[in-house]
C-alpha cells in the first residue's frame, strides 16, 4: 500500500491526506484547494507548473474542467506541431522511431497534467462532494476493502469508473459465443485478432494439454478449452489479473477445465501446447494497464522463448501470438526476434498472420498511422530444433 501523503494549507490549517497513484505518480509537492470559481486557464498554468487541485467544488464542475485542461492541451499541442511544422520545413523527416518517442513523451506530459486535477475521498470511497456519483462498489472492486480517506486525481477516479462498466458489461468474443470480463488494471480483449488466431490455428496432433502464460482475464485459456484441450493451466502474476482469470473460468463453467496459478511465466511440468500473448512493445511501461503493452527489455518475451523448450511434451508447440508493430517502428527488428527464437534452441514450424481491425487500425491522424497501418499480427508456431 502507498504510504506516501499530501500536504496543503487550507482556511489557515496545514492539512494532510493518503495519497493514491495506480499510475504510480509521485505525491504532488504542492497542492492548493480549488472550487467551482477557480477558471480553466488558471487551473491549467497551475497544473503545467506541478501544483495540484484539490477540488471542493461541485463535483460535475470538476469534471468539466477536466475536459476544459484537455482542449487546452490539444490546442497547445496543435499549434506546437504546425509551428514545428514551420520551423523545420525542409528539413529531414523525422523516423519512424523518433515519432513515437516523441508521441510517448507527449502522452506523459499529458498524463501528468491532467493527474494534478485531485478528488477528495472519504475511508468508505464516497467522494464528499457535491452532486459527486456512488463510486463505492467501482473503488472496492479497483482498490480492495476501505480504510482511511485518501486523494487521488479525478482522471483516475474516471478511470475506475469505466472498468466498473467493463466489468459490469463484459466483452463478446464471438469464438465464444460469450463475454469476458475484465477487472481494472487487466488489459481487456478489446483486439480480437489475436483471440481469432488462437481460434483458428491448428492444434498439435494428439494434444490435450496446454499451458497459458500470463493468462490476464483468461480468454485464450477459455478459447483452448472450447476448443477441445482436456485441461489449461493458466499463469499470471499480478494478482488482479489472477481473480480475473478465476472469476471468468468460473462464469463460463470451465473450472473443471482450466485451472489459474501463480507462476512467473511457466508453470512446473510439460505440456502439448504453450501459448503466450506478451506485451507487444518493448519499453517502460507508465501505469499498471500498460505493463500488458509495455515490456521492459522485452523480458517476458526473451524469457518465454528461453524456457519454452524444456516446457514442451515430444510433438508438442509452443505459440508465440506478437505483432510486428515494434518492428515497423524501430525497436525490434526481425532478426532480432529470430535470433531469440534460434538461440532457445527452436525453429518456426509456421505462421499465422491476420490485420488489426481496432480503429487506430485505420486512422490517417493517428501520429503512428504509418506504422499502425502497416501492421500485422501473428502466430508463430514454434517446435525444437
Not at 487550507?10 to 472550487?35: Q, T
Not at 527489455?297 to 508438442?316: I, N, Q, Y
Request: charged share 25%; with cysteine; hydrophobic share 45%.
Amino acid at each position: 500500500m502507498n504510504t506516501e501523503r499530501i500536504h496543503w494549507i487550507e482556511n489557515g490549517e496545514e492539512r494532510s491526506a493518503r495519497w493514491r497513484s495506480e499510475s504510480g505518480w509521485p505525491a504532488p509537492k504542492k497542492v492548493v484547494p480549488a472550487d467551482d470559481t477557480m477558471n480553466a486557464d488558471t487551473a491549467y498554468r497551475l497544473a503545467l507548473e506541478g501544483t495540484a487541485l484539490l477540488w471542493r467544488g461541485d463535483f460535475q464542475n470538476a469534471r468539466q474542467l477536466l475536459q476544459a485542461l484537455v482542449r487546452r492541451i490539444e490546442h497547445k499541442g496543435g499549434r506546437n506541431k504546425h509551428a514545428k511544422a514551420r520551423a523545420k520545413a525542409g528539413a529531414k523527416p523525422a523516423t519512424l522511431t523518433e515519432q513515437f518517442h516523441r508521441h510517448r513523451l507527449a502522452q506523459l506530459q499529458r498524463a501528468r497534467t491532467l493527474a494534478m486535477l485531485l478528488i477528495p475521498f472519504d475511508g468508505d470511497y464516497t467522494v464528499p462532494l457535491r452532486r459527486a456519483p456512488d463510486v463505492r462498489e467501482a473503488c472496492l472492486e479497483a482498490y480492495g476493502a476501505a480504510g482511511e480517506p485518501f486523494v487521488a486525481s479525478l482522471r483516475e477516479l474516471l478511470g475506475v469508473i469505466g472498468a466498473h462498466e467493463w466489468r459490469r458489461k463484459g466483452v463478446f468474443i464471438p469464438v465464444l459465443d460469450e463475454r469476458i470480463h475484465p477487472w481494472y488494471g487487466v488489459f481487456s480483449p478489446v483486439r480480437g485478432e489475436y483471440v481469432e488466431l488462437v481460434a483458428q490455428a491448428p492444434l498439435p496432433a494428439g494434444a490435450t494439454l496446454a499451458f497459458d502464460i500470463g493468462a490476464g482475464t483468461g480468454v485464450l485459456s477459455a478459447v483452448l478449452a472450447h476448443r477441445g484441450l482436456q485441461g489449461v493451466i493458466a499463469t499470471d502474476m499480478d494478482e488482479r489479473a489472477l481473480g480475473c482469470a478465476r472469476a471468468n473460468i468460473e462464469r463460463l463453467g470451465l473450472v473443471g477445465t482450466v485451472e489459474v496459478v501463480r507462476a512467473d511465466l511457466f508453470p512446473q511440468g510439460r505440456a502439448n501446447l504453450v501459448v503466450c500473448n506478451p506485451p507487444w512493445l518493448p519499453g517502460k511501461p507508465s501505469s499498471s494497464i500498460e505493463y500488458a503493452v509495455y515490456d521492459p527489455d522485452s523480458r517476458m518475451l526473451r524469457g518465454f522463448l528461453a524456457g519454452l523448450k524444456e516446457h514442451l511434451l515430444e510433438g508438442g508447440e509452443g505459440w508465440l501470438i506478437l505483432s510486428d508493430l515494434a518492428e515497423h517502428l524501430g525497436l525490434r527488428s526481425r532478426e532480432q526476434l529470430l535470433g531469440w527464437i534460434g538461440a532457445a534452441g527452436l525453429a518456426v514450424a509456421g505462421r499465422h498472420d491476420i490485420r488489426p481491425a481496432h480503429p487506430k487500425a485505420s486512422d490517417p491522424d493517428d501520429p503512428l498511422a504509418a506504422a499502425r497501418m502497416a501492421e500485422l499480427t501473428s502466430l508463430w508456431r514454434l517446435v525444437p530444433a
